[in-house]
């Protein structure tokens, strides 16, 4: 008996906002990347500091500010891609909205863990500094600054994966998808 085959007609996908259980496995992704190899950086460049010294973090700032924005925009990306892949958008607008939104959580569950991690840090006794010195001002600009350019350059890297994950075949509007034949069945 012959098979009959049939063509399928395209069909526009319709999207009801964002599929929020890939924007957690992105930021899930991003958190376990970003914990593991920031983990790496802070014991490799704390372990170039002298305790024995007065301001014993000066110096290390530079290589663990380069690290962290390096590892970030990394990081942000492989989120963002894991995101679009889960979410199989359909257009690069649309995952980069799930970038985004993965972005903005993994931002809100990175700043939980550093108020976490120096809540626990916070010493009473003689190695106390005034928060007026420069040594400390210094420390915090570094880290400010450094904290803002990872975070923009994980920004744009978030949407990028993201738009990345899009299905193949969709890349542009308005162009004919291939029509896939299909059998009658039995």
Same mark, same amino acid.
């Given at each position: 008996m012959a098979a009959t085959t049939?063509?399928? %007609?395209? *069909?526009?996908v319709v999207r009801r906002g964002i599929n929020w259980g890939a924007v957690w496995g992105g930021v899930f992704t991003f958190m376990a990347i970003w914990s593991v190899f920031g983990a790496l950086g802070i014991a490799t460049f704390a372990g170039m500091a002298n305790p024995n010294v007065p301001r014993p973090v000066t110096g290390m700032s530079v290589g663990e500010s380069v690290w962290v924005i390096i590892l970030t925009a990394i990081a942000m990306y492989v989120g963002g891609l894991v995101t679009g @892949?889960? =979410?199989? !958008?359909?257009?690069?607008? %649309? #995952?980069? =909205?799930? #970038? $985004?939104?993965?972005?903005?959580l993994s931002v809100v569950g990175v700043l939980l863990l550093v108020v976490l991690a120096t809540a626990g840090l916070t010493t009473t006794g003689p190695t106390e500094? &005034?928060?007026?010195?420069?040594?400390?001002?210094?420390?915090?600009?570094?880290?400010?600054?450094? #904290?803002? !350019?990872?975070?923009?350059?994980?920004?744009?890297?978030?949407?990028?994966?993201? &738009? $990345?994950? +899009? *299905?193949?075949?969709? %890349?542009? =509007?308005? &162009? %004919?998808?291939? !029509? +896939? +034949?299909? @059998?009658?069945? =039995?």
């Amino acid at each position: 008996m012959a098979a009959t085959t049939y063509a399928n %007609e395209n *069909l526009a996908v319709v999207r009801r906002g964002i599929n929020w259980g890939a924007v957690w496995g992105g930021v899930f992704t991003f958190m376990a990347i970003w914990s593991v190899f920031g983990a790496l950086g802070i014991a490799t460049f704390a372990g170039m500091a002298n305790p024995n010294v007065p301001r014993p973090v000066t110096g290390m700032s530079v290589g663990e500010s380069v690290w962290v924005i390096i590892l970030t925009a990394i990081a942000m990306y492989v989120g963002g891609l894991v995101t679009g @892949r889960l =979410a199989v !958008v359909t257009t690069r607008h %649309e #995952g980069a =909205a799930h #970038g $985004q939104a993965m972005f903005g959580l993994s931002v809100v569950g990175v700043l939980l863990l550093v108020v976490l991690a120096t809540a626990g840090l916070t010493t009473t006794g003689p190695t106390e500094v &005034s928060p007026h010195s420069p040594y400390i001002l210094g420390a915090i600009a570094d880290v400010g600054w450094a #904290g803002f !350019v990872a975070l923009f350059l994980g920004w744009i890297c978030a949407m990028i994966g993201g &738009s $990345q994950g +899009q *299905l193949k075949g969709t %890349e542009t =509007a308005g &162009s %004919e998808t291939p !029509v +896939q +034949q299909i @059998r009658k069945v =039995a």
